[in-house]
T-cell receptor
Protein backbone atom coordinates (compact mmCIF):
# COMPACT_ATOMS: atom_id res chain seq x y z
CA UNK A 1 0.00 0.00 0.00
CA UNK A 2 1.28 3.47 -0.87
CA UNK A 3 2.27 5.64 2.06
CA UNK A 4 1.57 9.27 2.81
CA UNK A 5 3.06 11.49 0.14
CA UNK A 6 4.30 15.03 0.75
CA UNK A 7 5.86 17.67 -1.41
CA UNK A 8 8.14 19.45 -1.65
CA UNK A 9 10.70 17.70 0.56
CA UNK A 10 12.70 20.87 1.10
CA UNK A 11 11.91 24.55 0.80
CA UNK A 12 13.98 27.66 1.48
CA UNK A 13 12.28 31.05 1.51
CA UNK A 14 12.87 34.56 2.76
CA UNK A 15 10.86 35.86 5.69
CA UNK A 16 7.56 37.46 4.73
CA UNK A 17 7.29 35.22 1.67
CA UNK A 18 4.54 32.65 1.23
CA UNK A 19 4.86 28.88 1.01
CA UNK A 20 2.54 25.94 0.52
CA UNK A 21 2.90 22.27 1.33
CA UNK A 22 0.93 19.43 -0.18
CA UNK A 23 -0.11 16.10 1.33
CA UNK A 24 -1.76 13.05 -0.17
CA UNK A 25 -2.88 10.63 2.57
CA UNK A 26 -3.23 6.88 2.39
CA UNK A 27 -6.27 5.91 0.36
CA UNK A 28 -9.33 5.44 2.52
CA UNK A 29 -7.97 7.32 5.52
CA UNK A 30 -10.58 9.78 6.70
CA UNK A 31 -8.40 11.55 9.24
CA UNK A 32 -5.54 13.82 8.23
CA UNK A 33 -3.12 15.65 10.51
CA UNK A 34 -0.57 18.40 9.97
CA UNK A 35 2.25 18.63 12.51
CA UNK A 36 5.07 21.10 12.97
CA UNK A 37 8.32 19.67 14.31
CA UNK A 38 10.99 22.10 15.41
CA UNK A 39 14.51 20.70 15.72
CA UNK A 40 14.94 18.81 18.99
CA UNK A 41 11.24 18.76 19.82
CA UNK A 42 8.39 16.34 19.32
CA UNK A 43 5.79 16.96 16.63
CA UNK A 44 3.17 19.55 17.52
CA UNK A 45 -0.31 19.13 16.06
CA UNK A 46 -1.36 22.13 13.97
CA UNK A 47 -4.63 20.92 12.52
CA UNK A 48 -6.69 17.74 12.26
CA UNK A 49 -9.26 17.02 9.55
CA UNK A 50 -11.98 14.41 9.56
CA UNK A 51 -12.86 13.98 5.90
CA UNK A 52 -12.99 17.61 4.72
CA UNK A 53 -14.02 19.12 8.06
CA UNK A 54 -11.72 20.61 10.68
CA UNK A 55 -11.78 18.72 13.99
CA UNK A 56 -9.03 20.59 15.83
CA UNK A 57 -7.08 23.68 14.85
CA UNK A 58 -6.49 25.04 18.32
CA UNK A 59 -2.71 25.25 17.84
CA UNK A 60 -2.75 26.65 14.32
CA UNK A 61 -1.49 30.27 14.16
CA UNK A 62 -4.47 31.39 12.14
CA UNK A 63 -3.10 34.85 11.41
CA UNK A 64 -0.51 33.31 9.08
CA UNK A 65 -1.28 29.60 8.68
CA UNK A 66 -4.16 28.13 6.73
CA UNK A 67 -5.05 24.63 5.64
CA UNK A 68 -7.69 23.00 3.55
CA UNK A 69 -8.71 19.51 2.57
CA UNK A 70 -10.95 19.78 -0.43
CA UNK A 71 -12.96 16.67 -1.30
CA UNK A 72 -11.67 14.97 1.82
CA UNK A 73 -8.49 13.62 0.23
CA UNK A 74 -5.45 15.82 -0.51
CA UNK A 75 -4.59 18.67 1.79
CA UNK A 76 -2.61 21.88 1.52
CA UNK A 77 -0.98 23.82 4.35
CA UNK A 78 -0.03 27.42 3.64
CA UNK A 79 2.05 29.97 5.51
CA UNK A 80 1.66 33.64 4.62
CA UNK A 81 3.76 35.54 5.53
CA UNK A 82 6.50 33.30 6.89
CA UNK A 83 8.55 34.20 9.95
CA UNK A 84 11.98 32.98 11.00
CA UNK A 85 10.43 30.87 13.76
CA UNK A 86 8.44 28.90 11.19
CA UNK A 87 11.62 27.05 10.23
CA UNK A 88 10.75 23.44 10.98
CA UNK A 89 9.74 20.13 9.44
CA UNK A 90 6.08 19.96 8.52
CA UNK A 91 4.71 16.46 8.81
CA UNK A 92 1.49 15.15 7.38
CA UNK A 93 -0.10 12.02 8.81
CA UNK A 94 -3.26 10.09 8.16
CA UNK A 95 -5.27 7.45 9.96
CA UNK A 96 -8.36 5.40 9.22
CA UNK A 97 -10.13 6.82 12.27
CA UNK A 98 -9.18 9.67 14.59
CA UNK A 99 -7.25 9.70 17.84
CA UNK A 100 -5.91 6.31 18.89
CA UNK A 101 -5.85 4.71 15.45
CA UNK A 102 -2.34 4.28 14.11
CA UNK A 103 -1.12 7.42 12.39
CA UNK A 104 0.97 6.96 9.25
CA UNK A 105 3.39 9.79 8.65
CA UNK A 106 4.83 11.16 5.46
CA UNK A 107 8.51 12.06 5.07
CA UNK A 108 7.88 15.69 5.89
CA UNK A 109 8.82 19.00 4.31
CA UNK A 110 11.82 20.77 5.77
CA UNK A 111 11.21 24.53 5.68
CA UNK A 112 14.01 27.02 6.19
CA UNK A 113 13.06 30.68 6.54
CA UNK A 114 15.95 33.11 6.06
CA UNK B 1 -4.13 16.86 27.96
CA UNK B 2 -2.49 13.90 29.66
CA UNK B 3 1.14 14.85 30.28
CA UNK B 4 3.88 12.28 29.85
CA UNK B 5 7.41 12.26 31.23
CA UNK B 6 10.23 10.24 29.70
CA UNK B 7 14.00 10.21 30.09
CA UNK B 8 15.64 12.56 27.63
CA UNK B 9 18.22 10.01 26.52
CA UNK B 10 19.41 6.43 27.02
CA UNK B 11 22.47 4.53 25.87
CA UNK B 12 22.73 0.81 25.20
CA UNK B 13 24.80 -1.80 23.39
CA UNK B 14 23.82 -4.18 20.66
CA UNK B 15 22.13 -7.34 21.88
CA UNK B 16 20.89 -5.83 25.13
CA UNK B 17 17.30 -5.39 26.19
CA UNK B 18 16.25 -1.76 26.52
CA UNK B 19 13.41 -0.60 28.73
CA UNK B 20 12.09 2.95 28.38
CA UNK B 21 9.67 4.04 31.06
CA UNK B 22 7.05 6.72 30.63
CA UNK B 23 5.20 8.39 33.47
CA UNK B 24 1.60 9.52 32.93
CA UNK B 25 0.18 10.20 36.36
CA UNK B 26 -3.04 11.87 35.18
CA UNK B 27 -4.04 9.23 32.66
CA UNK B 28 -7.81 9.05 32.22
CA UNK B 29 -10.01 5.96 32.21
CA UNK B 30 -10.51 6.04 28.43
CA UNK B 31 -6.89 6.75 27.56
CA UNK B 32 -4.70 4.37 25.61
CA UNK B 33 -0.89 4.38 25.67
CA UNK B 34 0.88 4.51 22.33
CA UNK B 35 4.57 4.49 21.42
CA UNK B 36 6.11 5.85 18.25
CA UNK B 37 9.67 5.65 16.90
CA UNK B 38 11.32 8.36 14.83
CA UNK B 39 14.52 8.17 12.82
CA UNK B 40 16.29 11.33 11.63
CA UNK B 41 14.68 12.93 8.58
CA UNK B 42 11.65 10.63 8.79
CA UNK B 43 8.17 10.89 10.24
CA UNK B 44 7.32 8.95 13.40
CA UNK B 45 6.35 5.30 13.04
CA UNK B 46 3.87 3.41 15.21
CA UNK B 47 5.43 0.75 17.43
CA UNK B 48 2.84 -0.50 19.88
CA UNK B 49 -0.32 0.44 21.76
CA UNK B 50 -1.96 -0.85 24.90
CA UNK B 51 -4.55 -0.17 27.57
CA UNK B 52 -3.49 -2.39 30.48
CA UNK B 53 -1.27 -5.34 31.46
CA UNK B 54 1.05 -6.47 28.69
CA UNK B 55 1.02 -6.19 24.94
CA UNK B 56 3.57 -7.82 22.67
CA UNK B 57 4.16 -7.62 18.94
CA UNK B 58 6.97 -8.57 16.62
CA UNK B 59 9.16 -5.62 17.57
CA UNK B 60 8.41 -4.68 21.19
CA UNK B 61 6.52 -5.30 24.39
CA UNK B 62 4.55 -2.80 26.40
CA UNK B 63 4.12 -3.29 30.13
CA UNK B 64 1.40 -1.36 31.93
CA UNK B 65 0.91 -1.77 35.70
CA UNK B 66 -2.52 -1.98 37.27
CA UNK B 67 -2.66 1.72 38.20
CA UNK B 68 -1.69 2.69 34.61
CA UNK B 69 0.26 5.70 35.85
CA UNK B 70 3.33 4.55 33.97
CA UNK B 71 4.27 2.24 31.14
CA UNK B 72 7.45 0.59 29.94
CA UNK B 73 8.44 -0.01 26.36
CA UNK B 74 10.74 -3.01 26.10
CA UNK B 75 12.94 -3.54 23.06
CA UNK B 76 14.56 -7.00 23.08
CA UNK B 77 18.09 -7.41 21.76
CA UNK B 78 18.54 -3.96 20.26
CA UNK B 79 20.72 -3.32 17.24
CA UNK B 80 22.37 -0.21 15.84
CA UNK B 81 19.29 0.35 13.70
CA UNK B 82 17.18 0.89 16.82
CA UNK B 83 18.96 4.18 17.44
CA UNK B 84 16.08 6.64 17.27
CA UNK B 85 13.79 8.87 19.31
CA UNK B 86 10.96 7.08 21.08
CA UNK B 87 7.75 8.92 21.99
CA UNK B 88 5.17 7.90 24.57
CA UNK B 89 1.67 9.27 23.96
CA UNK B 90 -1.52 9.05 25.95
CA UNK B 91 -4.95 9.74 24.51
CA UNK B 92 -8.48 8.44 24.19
CA UNK B 93 -10.55 7.11 21.34
CA UNK B 94 -13.26 9.69 21.75
CA UNK B 95 -11.06 12.69 21.13
CA UNK B 96 -11.42 14.19 24.57
CA UNK B 97 -7.77 13.63 25.32
CA UNK B 98 -5.82 13.90 22.14
CA UNK B 99 -2.54 12.16 21.49
CA UNK B 100 0.23 14.65 22.16
CA UNK B 101 3.90 14.13 21.41
CA UNK B 102 6.38 15.10 24.14
CA UNK B 103 10.10 15.54 23.62
CA UNK B 104 10.72 11.80 23.50
CA UNK B 105 13.67 9.62 24.53
CA UNK B 106 16.76 9.56 22.34
CA UNK B 107 18.06 5.99 22.36
CA UNK B 108 21.62 5.46 21.19
CA UNK B 109 22.78 1.92 20.53
CA UNK B 110 26.48 1.22 20.19
CA UNK B 111 28.55 -1.80 19.26
Amino acid sequence: EAGVAQSPRYKIIEKRQSVAFWCNPISGHATLYWYQQILGQGPKLLIQFQNNGVVDDSQLPKDRFSAERLKGVDSTLKIQPAKLEDSAVYLCASSYRPNTDTQYFGPGTRLTVL
Amino acid sequence: LAKTTQPISMDSYEGQEVNITCSHNNIATNDYITWYQQFPSQGPRFIIQGYKTKVTNEVASLFIPADRKSSTLSLPRVSLSDTAVYYCLVGDTGGGNKLTFGTGTQLKVEL
